[in-house]
Structures are given as structure tokens and as C-alpha cells.
């Protein structure tokens, strides 16, 4: 279990909290998230082995980089850490950012964490960071994923038809994206 120090919290939701990703965080429980076909089977991570140290050299490549964020999930209950989700990579000129997520706990699946961390994650892009736009995309087999975006207000603005292989037949990547709408809508 991973012990919330206050320094490390950047933001709170109801039920999770988000800190950066620790190298500290790769221990067995991450080991088993990322070489879990039920786990991965929406990543493009799973066409590779995943050993212990080329999880924590990722984990030390993102943390000296600036233009992405990782971040732990972490229950407020017990500070349990039960996924990832990262901002990046950030194009500051136009302020734009992908988002992407995995919730390797399964005990935590269909219990609306990915929609909430979202949710945090919007307000952290939006209101501290000042980005204009977000980005994210799933397999449109993937519906809990599309679900918890759209539940957040990303909308879909495309559809790459059989774009990626997964359990053994193509299937459509869905593109999504949002706005800040609090920045208004200039267009020329």
C-alpha cells in the first residue's frame, strides 16, 4: 500500500486522488497489471514484454520529461494505487494534450474510478495547466472507455475503421476530444 503524502497530491476527486508516479510505484502488483492480457488487451503495450526495468526506466523517462504527466490513481479510502493516467504528450504552442488510462486493479472495474480521474483530470488540464483542447482515443470494443469519456463530455470526432487488431479481429479506433470552453470557440 502506498501512504498519500501531502506533498505528492496534486488533485482530489470524491473517491481518488491523483500523485505523480513513482518509480517506487513499479513493484509486483504494476508488474502484473502491465502482463495481464485481460488487463492490456486494450493497449498497445501488450505486443511487448513488459519486464520489471523497462517499467521503471518508463516510469524515469516520463518523470524527466515535461511535456507528460503520469499519474498514480490512488482510493482515498485506503491509498490504495489501482492504475495509471498520464497528460502527454503536451503541445504547449497550441495547448493540447492526449489522455490515456488504465485501471489495472480489477476489483476497481465498473466502479466508475475511470470516469471520476477523467473528471479530475479535465479540471487539472483545463483549470491549472490552461490547455485548450484534450485528446483520447479506445478501441470502439472498449465501450466502459468510451462511456467514461463521454461521460465527461468528450465528444467523438472520428472513426478509423478496423484500425487495430484485438482478441483476434479488427475493430474501429475511436477518436474523441474536448474543448475548454472556457477559453471560447474563435474560429477564422
Known amino acids: 500500500?502506498?501512504?498519500?503524502?501531502?506533498?505528492?497530491?496534486?488533485?482530489?476527486?470524491?473517491?481518488?486522488?491523483?500523485?505523480?508516479?513513482?518509480?517506487e510505484d513499479v513493484g509486483q502488483e504494476y508488474y502484473h497489471w502491465m502482463n495481464d492480457p485481460e488487463v492490456t488487451q486494450y493497449l498497445e503495450s501488450r505486443f511487448n514484454p513488459n519486464p520489471m526495468d523497462a517499467l521503471r526506466e518508463?516510469?524515469?523517462?516520463?518523470?524527466?520529461?515535461?511535456?507528460?504527466i503520469l499519474s498514480a490513481i490512488c482510493l482515498k479510502e485506503d491509498d490504495r494505487h489501482i492504475g495509471n493516467i498520464k497528460l502527454g504528450s503536451i503541445n504547449w504552442i497550441h495547448r493540447f494534450a492526449d489522455v490515456g488510462l488504465l485501471i489495472g486493479e480489477k476489483d476497481c472495474w465498473r466502479q466508475g474510478y475511470a470516469s471520476e480521474v477523467i473528471g479530475c483530470l479535465v479540471h487539472y488540464a483545463f483549470d491549472v495547466l490552461d490547455l485548450h483542447k484534450l485528446n483520447a482515443g479506445c478501441y470502439?470494443?472498449?465501450q466502459a472507455s468510451l462511456k467514461a469519456f463521454q461521460k465527461n463530455g468528450f465528444q467523438i470526432e472520428g472513426n478509423r475503421k478496423k484500425q487495430y487488431i484485438?482478441?483476434?479481429?479488427?475493430?474501429?479506433?475511436?477518436?474523441?476530444g474536448l474543448i475548454n470552453s472556457e477559453q471560447g470557440t474563435d474560429e477564422k
Open 1 to 23: 500500500m502506498n501512504k498519500r503524502k501531502d506533498n505528492s497530491l496534486f488533485i482530489s476527486g470524491d473517491r481518488v486522488y491523483l500523485r505523480e508516479l513513482q518509480v
Open 58 to 68: 518508463y516510469v524515469k523517462s516520463i518523470k524527466r520529461d515535461q511535456n507528460n
Open 140 to 142: 470502439a470494443a472498449h
Open 166 to 176: 484485438c482478441n483476434g479481429i479488427y475493430t474501429d479506433a475511436v477518436m474523441l
